[in-house]
């Protein structure tokens, strides 16, 4: 199918993908700013091992859709400004703001020194996630020029120079750049998405079926033999001979999202929550903190599985809660949209 001409048209779907996604986010990180404050209790290693489920392949969903979503057609000078714009300046402010909110109120000792640097903040590292995004679209805006197998070929060799380098770990990963590499052939997946539209769609349930099947059979594998392990690419990366299978991961895994997002179909939360995955992925550990001070673990470190539960739910949900709200204020308030990029 030839490249939809109404793709900037915001596809519902997209959205209540990514917002299922974002909430795996939500979900995984709650384990992590709850242990850093001390809460630890026996529902959470139950937990944890439960992100093994999606861990496998949520982070290049997120590219994958974001060469769905973008545009590689502007002059270099326009993409670069329009990137600092919706990344990278946005990511800056928002940082900014929660290390200072955290510094203030909350007692949080975070130094926000080199976040007022913006050469060191993007070389020693700010939020992985949009830094790697960043120069992977900087790269991709080059490499799409080119052929498609000469694409591939270039990708599959930057893939593989990503592990290499992952591998031998004797240069400091300076701007994400080991993420960088490994993440940039899921644009080109989104890409080619967008342009084979009526293909992939007819191929999402079969090959998101595959994926969540053979996630869980190796999820099982993996609680019941303690060298096995789903290679995984988040912050920290497993993947190093098992890249191939890491692929099929990613790619399956992200057919079963975009498959499931479609079923879903309507979802007011989910698509608000999709916009705004910014903001929760740079104000995660602020909102958590913010929620837990509020409702606080009614029993420090219980054994009580149900207490646990329940309390692990109504963090989650009130995280969501708060997240909805402020969405759609900053996102809805011409004078606060700044904030994300919306200027």
């Known amino acids: 199918m030839a490249q939809n001409k109404n793709i900037k048209k915001r596809i519902k779907y997209i959205d209540i993908a990514k917002g299922v996604l974002i909430c795996c986010l939500i979900y995984g990180h709650m384990l992590i700013f709850a242990r850093a404050d001390g809460y630890n209790d026996l529902v ?17 969903t997120f590219f ?49 020194g080199p976040s007022l640097n913006i050469v060191s903040w993007l070389t020693l590292g700010g939020p992985w996630f949009v830094i790697s995004m960043f120069w992977a679209k900087m790269i991709y805006w080059g490499v799409v020029k080119l052929a498609i197998r000469t694409q591939l070929i270039v990708l599959g060799l930057l893939y593989l120079i990503g592990i290499a380098l992952n591998i031998l770990d004797i240069i400091p990963n300076y701007s994400f750049h080991r993420h960088t590499l490994l993440m940039l052939p899921y644009l080109f997946v989104g890409c080619y998405f967008k342009n084979h539209m009526d293909t992939v769609n007819r191929w999402l349930f079969p090959v998101g079926l595959f994926g969540a099947v053979s996630i869980v059979i190796q999820f099982v594998i993996a609680h019941y033999v303690d060298s096995y392990h789903i290679p995984t690419h988040d912050f920290y990366i497993s993947i190093n001979k ?36 910014l903001l929760i992925y740079l104000w995660d550990g602020l909102i958590n903190r913010i929620v837990i001070r509020i409702f606080p673990p009614p029993f420090h470190n219980s054994d009580s599985i149900l207490l646990c539960v329940f309390y692990h739910a109504t963090v989650f949900i009130l995280m969501l809660v708060v997240f909805y709200i402020l969405i759609r204020c900053i996102y809805g308030t011409k004078y606060l949209s700044w904030i994300v990029g919306k200027w």
């Open 64 to 112: 994958i859709i974001t060469g769905f979503c973008s545009s590689f057609n502007k002059t270099f000078v326009r993409f670069l400004w329009g990137n600092l714009k919706s990344l990278i300046i946005p990511s800056v402010i928002m940082v900014m703001i929660s290390y200072i909110i955290q510094q203030l109120f909350m007692n949080h000792t975070q130094y926000i």
């Open 44 to 60: 959470m290693p139950i937990m944890q091992k439960s992100v093994k489920l999606y861990n496998a392949f949520f982070m290049q």
């Open 242 to 277: 098992t890249f191939y299978i890491h692929i099929i991961n990613a790619i399956s895994g992200s057919a079963f999202v975009l498959w499931l997002s479609r079923k879903i179909n309507q979802s007011h939360i989910l698509e608000t929550l999709g916009k705004g995955t």
